[in-house]
């Protein structure tokens, strides 16, 4: 099979997952990047991707792992390539799954890293007072404020309609992973910041028509393709924020803040099963890595301050 055709063959199974999963973007991407590098490698030893057998991919992960690849994205790597072969079968391009027995390497437990109280507290003052106009001020507080009241993923912040936010919402309408959609409720600093912003929003959306153009149809707008804010510059800012704020930046990235938020409602008490609607976890088992997260702090507490604790 040449080169083209198995590119052909790559697009046609991703634009299958689009349409039966309604996969997300970054997804697709993701699933194309590592089907496309695994079936460079088997062109450079002559092999055809669609007569590979169990041991050739099995070559292909020892390869990844060689290279000093993350488990997590070794495990990426092998699921693209599960379902690539699985789709392969149903369609009749092989008969047989040569992947179906592969054992992944398995993911890095690590626990997620979090923020204080007072961290957080400092991001969120920060976001309030940095910019280089008012505008820019309000839209950073409202970023900061929506991102930790609902600990939202970032490409569902900054892709966030307005229609989502008119009409001072107890509750936010978020789109996540796969389409799925879930309502978040809004803290009453959220909501103020959330109103301030839209007051500067339809100020945006006056002018723009007022010279003949479309208003933007997001919250936070931008001139990038997507017509908001990017996640890269989001990234950018957050770090920004940390600076002004006086959080070391190698602590804070936008997961960060979603942490924050989980591992702060657990600790107050909240129902594990209500943070997991809130994140849009599919299974529960993600959302239980925040009680070690606690686990984790309490027992730092202990050692640290209990007056029997072991301090060589």
């Known amino acids: ?64 792992e060689a290279q000093g690849l993350a488990r997590a994205t070794r495990a990426r790597r092998l699921s693209a390539i599960r379902q690539l072969y699985r789709f392969a079968f149903e369609e009749g391009w092989r008969n047989d799954n040569p992947a179906i027995q592969i054992k992944g390497p398995g993911r890095d437990k690590r626990l997620p890293k979090t923020l204080t109280h007072d ?9 309030a007072e940095t910019g280089r106009s008012a505008e820019d ?14 600990g939202m993923r970032v490409s569902e912040l900054v892709s966030l309609p307005t229609a989502a936010a008119r009409g001072d919402p107890r509750m936010l309408l978020v789109r996540g992973k796969g389409g799925k959609e ?24 006056s002018a723009a028509r007022g010279a003949r153009r479309t208003p ?54 909240a129902d594990l099963r209500a943070i997991q609607t809130m994140l849009g976890h599919a299974d529960i088992s993600t959302t239980e890595i925040y009680t070690h997260v606690l686990d984790a702090r309490l027992q730092d507490l202990v050692f640290e ?6 301090k060589g």
């Open 216 to 269: 933007s149809r997001f919250l936070f707008p931008s001139r990038a393709a997507a017509g908001h804010l990017t996640r890269h510059r989001f990234y950018t800012l957050i770090k920004e924020l940390a600076v002004a704020g006086g959080v070391a930046p190698a602590k804070v990235t936008p997961h960060t803040l979603r942490h924050a938020f989980a591992t702060h409602l657990l600790a107050g008490g």
């Open 305 to 310: 301050h209990h007056p029997l604790a072991d």
């Open 182 to 205: 879930r309502l978040v409720p809004l803290s009453p600093p959220a909501r103020a910041a959330l109103a301030a912003w839209l007051e500067a929003r339809e100020a945006q959306d």
């Open 137 to 150: 001020r309000l839209r950073n507080a409202c970023l900061m404020q929506l991102l930790y009241a609902t």
């Open 119 to 127: 961290e957080v507290d400092r991001l969120l003052a920060a976001a």
């Open 1 to 64: 099979m040449t080169a083209a055709a198995t590119a052909h063959r790559i697009q046609t199974f991703l634009e299958a997952q689009a349409a039966e999963l309604d996969a997300a973007p970054n997804t697709q991407l993701a699933y194309a990047r590592d089907l496309t590098n695994f079936a460079q490698w088997l062109d450079r030893r002559g092999t055809d991707p669609m007569a590979v057998d169990r041991a050739g991919i099995e070559d292909y992960l020892i390869h990844c």
